[in-house]
């Protein structure tokens, strides 16, 4: 049989569950969907314009496997202009297909078989099943009862001699919380304490709302430990062009570029060529939709809390995380009922840990008008479902 031939891990392994949730919904007339981590945003004109330039003007070609020298330069300034961070674009930075392949890199770089990766969660649905891909154990820490915190004490109870680092993402998906300096610098030391590497995701750092977002590398000690991963997708609306970075130890930079070769080879020039655009001309457009998602934010929490759905008030990027236990339903017969009477689309928080089967995800990253109507459905089947 062909399915023989498939690698037993990858038979093991469930599908994405916000993939596979978003299945039913394709073909569905009149659906409101809160669902997908996109921005509604297009991509700012004078991005758009680049790209189209760039290709008019004949650049067409692969570029060094390490991406654009003029993007890494423009990355490496940007950085350095705005937080402080001094990273090589010679040897510091790769450019890579979003942040998902830039996740993908960093784990196979990093893990030898039975390498264990600590995750907190609830987590992006990938960060578990690529560490185990890369032949690791992803260690999940449960961070329900602090408010989606990751503690310092939280940290030090799941660390033994297998642990190999830290994947952190804030501002987080799927819950908006973020840290403020002084809670990474005491999970800094933790890691410091026991020598630990950390991953950190943070391709929603310029959508953090209540306060500076704080860059991990730029703790002390820190830099030398953390490879740090960004993109361009969800601040500039620019998912589809697929382009992230990392920057790190220049030896961590040369092994991910090593696998990043022989299986990408280079992101497309022209989505390099237009994020030198983004970074040169696209911080107005970002700061106009940081305002946007910060409106939103603000109807759709209030809106949930309204509706008895207690819901912790994101920090950052453009989801909202609400508890439906006192609905009696649980994560998946929410939303399914949800989409099937209502016509609006949300993510089961199982897609996010199993333990999670009391919240539902929810996405702002749509118009205004459109939360508005989905908060009006919402409430009526909560109405008839109560």
Known sequence: MIKNLISNKVQQMQPSGIRAFFDLVLGMKDVISLGVGEPDFVTPWQIREEGIYSLEEGFTSYTSNKGLYKLRLSISHYLKNKYGLDYSPDDEILITVGVSEGVDLALRSLINPGDK????????????????????????????????????????????????????????????????QKELSEINRVL????????????????????????????????????????????????????????????????????????????????????????????????????????????????????????????????????????????????????????????????????YDDYIRISYASSFDNLKEALKRMERFLEKNG
Not at 145 to 162: C, G, M, S, V, Y
Not at 282 to 304: A, D, N, P, Q
């Open 192 to 355: 410091l304490k026991h020598s630990l590497f950390c991953i950190t995701d943070e391709v929603y750092a310029d959508l953090t709302y209540d306060f500076e977002h704080t860059h991990f590398a730029v703790l002390p000690g820190a830099k030398k430990n953390t490879l740090y991963l960004d993109g361009f997708s969800k601040s500039y609306a620019m998912t589809g062009w697929r382009v992230g970075f990392a920057c790190g130890p220049k030896e961590i930079i040369a092994a991910m570029t090593k696998i990043h070769q022989y299986t990408i080879m280079c992101v497309s020039i022209t989505s390099q060529m237009a994020a030198c655009e983004a970074l040169h001309s696209g911080r107005k457009s970002v700061e106009e939709m940081k305002r946007e998602y910060h409106r939103r934010r603000e109807l759709v929490v209030g809106g949930l809390c309204k509706l008895g759905l207690g819901c912790h008030m994101p920090e950052g990027a453009f989801y909202a995380f609400p508890n439906i236990k006192t609905t009696g339903m649980k994560a998946m017969e929410f939303a399914q009922g949800l989409l099937k009477k209502e016509k609006v689309a949300v993510v089961p928080g199982t897609a996010f840990g199993k333990e």
């Open 117 to 180: 990766i600590l995750i907190p969660v609830p987590s992006y649905v990938s960060y578990g099943p690529v560490a185990e891909l890369a032949g690791g154990t992803p260690v999940y820490i449960d961070t329900k009862d602090n408010n989606f915190r990751l503690t310092p004490e939280l940290l030090e109870k799941h660390i033994d001699k297998k642990v190999k680092a830290l994947l952190l993402n804030y501002p987080a998906n799927p819950t908006g919380v973020s840290y403020a």
